[in-house]
């Protein structure tokens, strides 16, 4: 890993950072979770942080004006080795039967301020007057598997960018250099899209997305069809699932090949303590999914299994990036910087997750994870206070 992240540097010309050194540092910002260069700076200066990078730390603005150059295909190459190790090492494994991957867009920060080229911007009324806030829009890719996931690629919008046209080419990109990552892609209500569709369909992959524009032909026509009766009933924990499955629709007008609609009202039983004694409340939500998987080969159960997984990359993903990673604002604010950054961070993620997995079950169980992260930063933070 070291000798991969000194290859970033290689043929970059910034005589006031040694190559070796800045790759480190970034390592070290995600590693220890810090929220700002300065703070990069304060710790790597002396102590574990000094002896980690064996020369002398750059200054926050050294750090800042470095990364926008720092190469974003090499820091692609990075994680696509580790997705590699971890099919090889069998962490990164299929669920029942299927690969999944999940895309979503997220969006990193906001200000009325502070812009550049590649912003986007929309237009907020604030106490009565229109104001241009410039904000940065991304789409992520992650990998999900039984006990792990993978956040493999990142793609930043570009400023008249939808969310659907960046994540179009952070698909075909992701099917270009690894075409066997995935079977099935998950999405949220935002990409029931002909292209995409056809795009995966091209690629011989599948597309279960949310359906929930209650305008559109497919589930007007989907509703139509869902009886008053559930085909299928199943339980699993507190939660009872009743679902309408309807195979073969081709009310969609931008694409001809048919599709199924799976339909999921979902009874979850919630106890309560209200004074001094517990109460059952239940709650009750709906999902419907559009797919081009067959019924023949996936049954309704597994569909409504796999729709949810796309929450993976709410709750593990951008959540756990950004309250506990620290991802939710521009450490410098540049194009490259930013994606270079992400990337980094991935690559952060997936070493702790790691770091996390090969700890003994008993040992790894007594710790909430946010302590695990914050050990680590005490193994560089302690010898710099005491050296102090
Ligand atoms: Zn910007």
Same mark, same amino acid.
């Given at each position: 890993?070291?000798?991969?992240?000194?290859? $970033?540097?290689?043929? &970059?010309?910034?005589?006031?950072?040694?190559?070796?050194?800045?790759?480190?540092?970034?390592?070290?910002?995600?590693?220890?979770?810090? &929220?700002?260069?300065?703070?990069?700076?304060?710790?790597?200066?002396?102590?574990?942080?000094? &002896?980690?990078? +064996?020369?002398?730390?750059?200054?926050?603005?050294?750090?800042? *004006?470095?990364?926008?150059?720092?190469?974003?295909?090499?820091?692609?190459?990075?994680?696509?080795?580790?997705?590699?190790?971890?099919?090889?090492?069998?962490?990164?494994?299929?669920?029942?039967?299927? &690969?999944?991957?999940?895309?979503?867009?997220?969006?990193? *920060?906001?200000?009325?301020? @502070?812009? #550049?080229?590649?912003?986007?911007?929309?237009?907020?009324?604030?106490?009565?007057?229109? +104001?241009?806030?410039?904000?940065?829009?991304?789409?992520?890719?992650?990998?999900?598997?039984?006990?792990?996931?993978?956040?493999? =690629?990142?793609?930043? $919008?570009?400023? !008249?960018?939808?969310?659907?046209?960046?994540?179009?080419?952070?698909?075909?990109?992701?099917?270009?250099?690894?075409?066997?990552?995935?079977?099935?892609?998950?999405?949220?209500?935002?990409?029931?899209?002909?292209?995409?569709?056809?795009?995966?369909?091209? !690629?011989?992959?599948?597309?279960?997305?949310?359906?929930? =524009?209650?305008?559109?032909?497919?589930?007007?026509?989907?509703?139509?069809?869902?009886?008053?009766?559930?085909?299928?009933?199943?339980?699993?924990?507190?939660?009872?699932?009743? #679902?309408?499955?309807?195979?073969?629709?081709?009310?969609?007008?931008?694409?001809?090949?048919?599709? @199924?609609?799976?339909?999921?009202?979902?009874?979850?039983?919630?106890?309560?303590?209200?004074?001094?004694?517990?109460?059952?409340?239940?709650?009750?939500?709906?999902?419907?999914?559009?797919?081009?998987?067959?019924?023949?080969?996936?049954?309704?159960?597994?569909?409504?299994?796999?729709? !949810?997984?796309?929450w993976r990359i709410e709750n593990e993903g951008f959540n756990e990036l950004c309250n506990q990673w620290h991802a939710n604002h521009y450490f410098h604010h540049h194009p490259t910087s930013i994606t270079a950054l992400w990337l980094m961070l991935f690559i952060a993620h997936a070493l702790f997750h790691c770091f996390l997995r090969?700890?003994?079950?008993?040992?790894?169980?007594?710790?909430?994870?946010?302590?695990?992260?914050?050990?680590?930063?005490?193994?560089?933070?302690?010898?710099?206070?005491?050296?102090?």
């Open positions: 890993m070291r000798r991969e992240l000194e290859a $970033l540097e290689d043929h &970059r010309e910034k005589p006031e950072i040694p190559a070796a050194v800045f790759p480190k540092a970034l390592l070290m910002l995600w590693l220890c979770r810090l &929220r700002s260069f300065n703070a990069l700076h304060v710790l790597g200066r002396r102590g574990a942080g000094r &002896r980690f990078l +064996r020369q002398d730390m750059p200054s926050a603005d050294q750090i800042a *004006n470095n990364s926008e150059i720092l190469d974003v295909p090499g820091l692609r190459a990075i994680l696509g080795r580790m997705y590699k190790r971890l099919g090889r090492n069998k962490v990164l494994v299929a669920m029942r039967g299927h &690969r999944l991957a999940v895309v979503d867009g997220h969006e990193i *920060n906001c200000s009325y301020k @502070r812009c #550049c080229p590649k912003c986007q911007k929309r237009q907020i009324t604030v106490n009565g007057q229109k +104001r241009t806030q410039y904000y940065h829009r991304a789409v992520v890719f992650q990998l999900v598997g039984p006990g792990f996931r993978f956040l493999l =690629d990142f793609e930043l $919008l570009e400023p !008249h960018d939808d969310e659907g046209t960046a994540a179009l080419r952070l698909i075909r990109r992701v099917l270009e250099t690894y075409p066997r990552c995935f079977d099935i892609l998950l999405g949220d209500g935002l990409y029931p899209q002909a292209r995409l569709f056809k795009l995966l369909r091209q !690629h011989g992959k599948h597309a279960l997305v949310v359906l929930k =524009d209650e305008r559109r032909d497919l589930l007007k026509d989907a509703r139509g069809l869902f009886g008053p009766k559930p085909q299928r009933t199943f339980r699993s924990g507190a939660t009872a699932y009743r #679902c309408w499955d309807v195979e073969d629709l081709d009310s969609w007008d931008s694409y001809h090949e048919k599709v @199924r609609v799976v339909r999921s009202v979902e009874t979850t039983t919630l106890r309560e303590r209200k004074k001094d004694r517990w109460i059952e409340r239940q709650q009750t939500s709906e999902w419907v999914w559009v797919t081009t998987l067959p019924a023949a080969e996936v049954p309704t159960a597994t569909i409504v299994c796999f729709g !949810h997984e796309r090969n700890i003994k079950p008993c040992l790894r169980q007594s710790l909430p994870v946010y302590i695990w992260a914050q050990l680590m930063l005490v193994e560089f933070l302690l010898p710099l206070l005491s050296s102090a």
